[in-house]
T-cell receptor, first 113, second 113 residues
Framework: GENVEQHPSTLSVQEGDSAVIKCTYS??????FPWYKQELGKGPQLIID?????GEKKDQRIAVTLNKTAKHFSLHITETQPEDSAVYFC????????????FGDGTTLTVKP | DAGITQSPRHKVTETGTPVTLRCHQT?????MYWYRQDPGHGLRLIHY???????DKGEVSDGYSVSRSKTEDFLLTLESATSSQTSVYFC????????????FGPGTRLTVL
């Protein structure tokens, strides 16, 4: 089955700096890659996603890049703010059923004011 | 949480007792899922449902059963709880179609003593 590895497990940045989280996947048939943000005591919430026919997608301060050949994708957060502090999860699926995604183990991002 | 509620939110039980967790959604989503989340791990799929009375196993289904008698309700049952099932359980739902956003409930923290 699919295996998703996520790095780093913890990341601390200064407010205003950029943060990058990287994931690799093993199943070349995966074609949908969502990113979730989970705040303390809450369920994960989708923040951005990318499909395999797209190399990059941006939404304000958040961007995701995908390299299908290398089977890795990354989340980029620019101009970080304290409210960006949370646990971020990447996931991969074959797209027809997004709920059957395989998740990475998560990255705890801390943005220091 | 996009109309997804879970009950109870917290539960402490003893080894060997049966436990049922409830997920309720108000958006008429077709697909529903149960995940467990453990420290240092991402979310792992327990069971999922693709319609009323249609369910299937996920990657960590041993010791769990599910039922879906109505579109809006998805029940997760631990027939005989074990300490290894101490975890935070999340319910999620998606609509029909490819690449639909997955919405998560707020989670249930279960402790098995």
């Amino acid at each position: 089955g699919e295996n998703v590895e996520q790095h780093p497990s913890t990341l601390s940045v200064q407010e205003g700096d950029s943060a990058v989280i990287k994931c690799t996947y093993s199943d070349s048939a995966s074609n949908y890659f969502p990113w979730y943000k989970q705040e303390l005591g809450k369920g994960p919430q989708l923040i951005i996603d990318i499909r395999s026919n797209v190399g990059e997608k941006k939404d304000q301060r958040i961007a995701v890049t995908l390299n299908k050949t290398a089977k890795h994708f990354s989340l980029h957060i620019t101009e970080t703010q304290p409210e960006d502090s949370a646990v971020y999860f990447c996931a991969a699926s074959k797209g027809t059923n997004a709920g059957k995604s395989t998740f990475g183990d998560g990255t705890t991002l801390t943005v220091k004011p | 949480d996009a109309g997804i509620t879970q009950s109870p939110r917290h539960k402490v039980t003893e080894t060997g007792t049966p436990v049922t967790l409830r997920c309720h959604q108000t958006e008429n989503h077709r697909y529903m899922y149960w995940y467990r989340q453990d420290p240092g791990h991402g979310l792992r799929l327990i069971h999922y449902s693709y319609g009323v009375k249609d369910t299937d196993k996920g990657e960590v289904s041993d010791g769990y059963s599910v039922s879906r008698s109505k579109t809006e309700d998805f029940l997760l049952t631990l027939e005989s709880a074990t300490s290894s099932q101490t975890s935070v359980y999340f319910c999620a739902a998606t609509g029909t179609g490819t690449y639909n956003e997955q919405f998560f409930g707020p989670g249930t923290r279960l402790t098995v003593l």
